[in-house]
Structures are given as structure tokens and as C-alpha cells.
């Protein structure tokens, strides 16, 4: 079996696992180097105001070969970079990634309002992510019915019930599956997700594996 982790800061050792690790580019990006496929993206926490030279290395980096996606990118309301420059950041990077076709890797944080405003606005072609999903069925079931893949991570250990209803609420082809910045194991991650949505593990992998090739295409 091969295991697909849709978003790591880490790329695993596992010969078994293919590992999309997440690379955040920021001013001080000087030289870009990576050991396998990645996203690129600015990430909220390191919007400033000279937000848009950060993006001109993005535009860059994003016809390199192994960068798949851009990301992660988004908006949060409980950091400390200014808000309406993150807004504007964002607004500005979901439309690169539609002139540069590659998908949208997505952190979002108390502003879901926002970013389904954003997509309404932006109304894209290429896939949107939202990484890292750990709200309820209600949230999931916006942002699916907006168009976007839900990817979940090692939040599911808590078993949380609303977090586990949105899992199951799903579909199929718009789950993707992630160990984030955690130190787990992705296939850990696999036997949850397998056994919370009854299916085998080898079902799940063959599933992860069609989403994966069909969001980050190569």
C-alpha cells in the first residue's frame, strides 16, 4: 500500500508514503530547496505589508516541476498580521493560482465567513483545500456544498463527535488526508479515518490515491 499525506511540514523516510510537504515562503526566502514534491505558499501568520514581493517569489516558484500546489496560503483571525492585508493577500494569491493552474492549499482560522466570501468572489477552477479540518458537520457541509476538498489530520485522535460527523459527512472524492505539522505517522492517521468511515485500510489508500493524483496533478 502507499499512504498519501496531502500536507506535512515533513517529509516522511517511509519508502511506502508520499509525502506533499508544505514550504513557506517568506522575504527573507533567499534559496529554495526541496527533496521531493511541495506546495509553496504565504502563509497568514507572515503577511506584512510588503506582502506582494513575497508573492512575486511564489509566481516564481510555482513553475518549478515538483511544486504542486500553492500553498499554504489563507486568513486568520486569531494571528497577529493585519487582517485586511491578509484579505488582500489572499484575494491576490486564489487568483495567481488560477493564472498559474495549481491547486489551493488552505489554512483558515475564525474566518470561514470570509473565505466562503473569497471563494464566491474568486469563483476558481482549481481545486481549493482546506487543510487541517477540525470544525462540525454544518461548517463542512458549507464549504463542501461551496466546492471544496476537505483535508483531515491527527485532530481526529480526540475523537471529537462533531469533528467525526463531519468525516463522515464527506464525500468520497472531495477527502483528502494530512499529518500537518504533528509527529505521527500518516498510516495512523489511515487506520482512523478507515475505521471511523468503515472501510479497510487498502480501500482508503486506493481512494486517497485517485483524490491525490486528481487535485495535485503532475
Not at 504565504?42 to 518549478?64: A, F, G, K, M
Not at 498580521?81 to 483558515?108: G, M, N, T
Request: net charge negative; glycine share 4%; aromatic share 8%.
Amino acid at each position: 500500500m502507499t499512504y498519501f499525506d496531502a500536507h506535512s511540514h515533513r517529509r516522511s523516510a517511509d519508502p511506502s508514503t508520499t509525502t506533499l510537504v508544505c514550504v513557506r515562503i517568506t522575504a527573507s526566502t533567499e534559496i529554495f530547496e526541496t527533496d521531493g514534491i511541495c506546495t509553496v505558499g504565504l502563509h497568514p501568520w507572515d503577511v506584512t505589508e510588503d506582502w506582494r514581493d513575497v508573492v512575486d517569489i511564489v509566481e516564481d516558484l510555482s513553475q518549478e516541476d515538483l511544486v504542486l500546489g500553492i500553498g499554504e496560503v489563507g486568513i486568520d483571525r486569531a494571528c497577529d498580521a493585519p487582517w485586511q492585508h491578509q484579505v488582500d493577500a489572499f484575494e491576490y494569491i486564489a487568483d495567481l493560482a488560477e493564472r498559474v493552474s495549481k491547486p489551493l492549499v488552505i489554512h483558515c482560522v475564525k474566518a470561514h465567513d470570509e473565505l466562503l466570501r473569497i471563494r464566491r468572489f474568486i469563483n476558481p477552477v482549481q481545486p481549493w483545500v482546506l487543510h487541517g479540518f477540525v470544525k462540525g458537520a454544518d461548517l463542512a457541509k458549507q464549504c463542501l456544498d461551496a466546492g471544496m476538498y476537505l483535508s483531515f489530520g491527527p485532530a481526529l485522535f480526540k475523537e471529537s463527535a462533531s469533528l467525526i460527523e463531519a468525516l463522515r459527512l464527506c464525500p468520497t472524492d472531495r477527502l483528502l488526508i494530512e499529518t500537518d505539522d504533528e509527529h505521527v505517522s500518516i498510516s495512523d492517521v489511515y487506520t482512523t479515518v478507515a475505521k471511523l468511515r468503515g472501510v479497510t485500510t487498502e480501500e482508503l489508500c486506493a481512494i486517497q490515491q485517485q483524490n491525490f493524483e486528481t487535485v495535485f496533478k503532475r
